[in-house]
């Protein structure tokens, strides 16, 4: 589709149909929109959204939630007891252990059907469905849609042998998810057991990478030892995912679905395209719980250039959170800027550490790293070559406390460990 | 073939579960039409465990547990409620009492003895978390035991082979549904057999849960899985 096509179709979707139902039925966007001065009416140009539409956050939607007893935040537009429409309730994944409930009126197939075609998956074929219930049945009825069979499985570590035995047994053909904490746990499972992991996922053509991201090096061990192709998947801003084509370079959002913006992230100008920003999301689709200009406290960055894989559609590159940086000896770190130089060092190749970060300005960059405790080399030099490797990748010398792996795997959800502490 | 053409006309296979037989971990292949059968089935159990047309039943499960837990949900829908979701896991026992506080179920159905120790580690009491919910089902012994002793009338739900055992208000015993499955037991443990079509058939299949049949659709269970 061409961009000034794809530029209409958002502000058909935007200005003349998603916005006035907004404002009209969401409680928290007419509080918001109220306390500046704006209407609905206000906003009749993609310009006038710029300046006028106010921002929201989490903050906001757990404030009005507390202020009110409302569990959904004022962000719903419909009664969510009309059951002729809503069939569940589903909640965010609650990482900060405040989830957001959210209610479910799926019909079917979502737009993750271009993912998966993508992946390589067809009808016809077996689909490793690797999750968690709390996600809702959107998944499987994608899956479904695209004519595939969903294959069950836990994204624990303790699901492991079954993963394995029923790729040997079904042969998927694509697998919907794997994140850090799961390959180290395959990695263990099979360094255990002596399993040939290129063997038994000889089936896969596509696996998606989503929740805890993998450092250069981890994404080489799985795709050049594991034979898997992985595809970064990533949630934008709560209004929709995106997804790296077999270009690999930027994640695709759909501009029918969502309209995203990169800004200053402590401001409201936009950054230029391909730079470092905040994402700031608004959903073209969402008629039930939708979200305008909600800021994500992510950090990425987006392009509108066209892909090699002759999509015209933007692509995003999550980079991380804005609440995760510190700012040290006047330079700003982010934990995937360390994550190449952590995973370097054989014994804390798996990636997982913590930034202790008391607040956004520090003298010293403080790191918790989790290491292998079973072998390798004595702790000593261990501390020694982490500074050193740290020190060459981005310029700071860091202090840093180890630990065993497992103990920051404790910390999950499986799919994720907390890469920020506060002590 | 078409996108539209394969969700209008999708394979037999509705997904791949898994079901315990003779206590080895068993790939299960179910059709939708299993599924919504087993929710018809399931829909008057909850209703008589107190769920109705508005409310809610937090169904607490894994995803590999499916074949059980979709039927689960699908029969609020039968009843004009709604369900909800978490894992039956350490790490998400923060959502169970998260959801509970706010969506209010009247119904909780899948607590293990995981869940329990997510609570107790997130320094939550598990009475205080279940205490308000009209019924709280048990997915194993421990979690089972536990609510007992600290006071709560828990109930049992026990995966019975590909189908659910549910145990009702009065307490007397899991209940599984007789015109759809012959149960029976072989020297101690519970076998089953299916009587309505599936599509995957169980001839038999011992089911590794110890225990008897009191009644024609009604179980006592010593040990469930």
């Known amino acids: 589709m061409p961009r000034h096509e794809i530029e209409r179709v958002r502000e058909d979707r935007l200005l003349g149909d998603l916005l006035p139902w907004a404002y009209q039925r ?31 956050d989490k903050n906001a939607i757990r404030a009005f939630r507390d202020r009110n007893g409302d569990p959904y935040g004022g962000m719903l ?90 790729s040997r047994e079904l042969r998927p053909t694509a697998w919907y998810n794997l994140s850090g904490p799961l390959v180290l746990a395959i990695e263990q499972y099979a360094a255990a057991a002596g399993t040939d992991l290129a063997e038994a996922f000889s089936s896969y053509r596509g696996v998606t990478l989503a929740g805890e991201p993998i450092g250069p090096r981890a994404r080489r061990r799985v795709e050049d030892g594991w034979g898997l192709e992985l595809f970064v998947h990533t949630a934008v ?29 402590d401001g409201a100008a936009p950054v230029g395209d391909g730079e470092r920003g905040e994402l700031v999301s608004t959903t073209l689709l969402d008629k039930i719980a939708p979200l305008v200009r909600y800021r994500s406290d992510d950090l990425v960055r987006i392009t509108h250039e066209p892909c090699a894989c002759g999509r015209t559609h933007g692509r995003v590159w999550p980079l991380g959170r804005k609440g995760d940086e510190v700012v040290v000896e006047g330079r700003s770190v982010l934990p995937g800027d ?86 | 073939m078409t996108f539209a053409k394969r969700y209008e006309d999708p394979p037999e ?12 971990v068993t790939p299960w292949p179910v059709a939708q039409r299993d599924i919504d059968d087993e929710a018809d089935s399931l829909a008057p159990r909850l209703a008589a465990l107190g769920l109705e047309p508005g409310g809610l039943v937090l169904v607490v499960a894994m995803l590999s547990q499916a074949v059980h837990s979709v039927p689960l949900e699908r029969a609020a829908g039968r009843i004009g409620a709604l369900y909800s979701s978490a894992d039956s896991t350490p790490f998400d026992a923060f959502r169970v009492a998260a959801l509970t506080r706010q969506l209010g179920p009247q119904v909780v159905i899948g607590i293990t003895g995981g869940v329990l120790d997510g609570l107790v580690d997130a320094d939550r009491d598990p009475v205080e978390v279940l205490g308000p919910v009209r019924s709280v089902v048990t997915a194993d012994e421990d979690a089972h035991a536990r609510l007992r002793a600290d006071g709560l ?42 009587l309505a079509p599936r599509l995957t058939h169980a001839a038999a299949l011992r089911t590794g849960i110890r225990g008897r049949v009191v009644e024609e659709g009604r179980l006592s269970v010593s040990v469930s899985a």
């Open chain 2, 153 to 194: 009338a828990a109930k049992r739900w026990v995966k019975l082979g590909p189908t659910s055992a549910v145990e009702e208000v009065a307490g007397d015993g899991p209940v599984y549904d007789a015109s759809r499955w012959r149960v029976e037991e072989h020297g101690g443990e519970l076998v089953i057999s299916n």
């Open chain 1, 338 to 423: 360390l994550w190449a130089a952590i995973e370097a060092v054989p014994e804390t190749s798996a990636g997982l550490f913590q930034v202790i970060r008391t607040r956004r300005e520090v003298d010293r960059l403080r790191l918790r790293v989790g290491y292998a405790a079973a072998g390798g080399r004595a702790r000593g030099d261990l501390r020694t070559r982490l500074t050193e490797s740290v020190h060459g990748a981005i310029g700071v010398e860091p202090d840093v406390e180890l630990v065993d792996n497992d103990e920051l795997l404790r910390q999950g959800p499986p799919h994720k460990i907390p890469r920020v502490a506060k002590q």
């Open chain 1, 77 to 166: 537009c419909l009664d969510p007891k009309m059951t002729e429409i809503f069939s569940a309730i589903f909640s965010t994944s609650g990482t900060t252990g405040d989830p957001t409930p959210a209610p479910y009126a799926g019909r079917g197939p979502s737009m993750l059907v271009r993912e998966f075609w993508e992946l390589g998956c067809r009808p016809g074929d077996y689909f490793t469905y690797c999750l968690f219930t709390f996600r809702g049945p959107g998944i499987h009825d994608t899956i479904r849609g695209i004519g595939a069979t969903p294959v069950f499985v836990d994204h624990q570590p303790a699901d492991v042998p079954q993963l394995i035995r029923f």
């Open chain 1, 26 to 56: 969401s409680a928290l966007i007419r509080e918001a929109w109220d306390a500046v001065g704006v209407t609905a009416d206000d906003v009749q140009s993609m310009d006038q959204f710029h300046e006028r539409v106010p921002f929201i």
């Open chain 1, 237 to 265: 801003g709560d209004v929709g995912a995106a997804t790296e084509c077999r270009e690999h370079n930027g994640c695709h959002y759909w501009e029918d679905t969502c309209y995203l913006e990169a800004l200053d992230p």
């Open chain 2, 13 to 24: 296979e509705w997904g791949v579960g898994r079901v315990d037989v003779d206590g080895e």
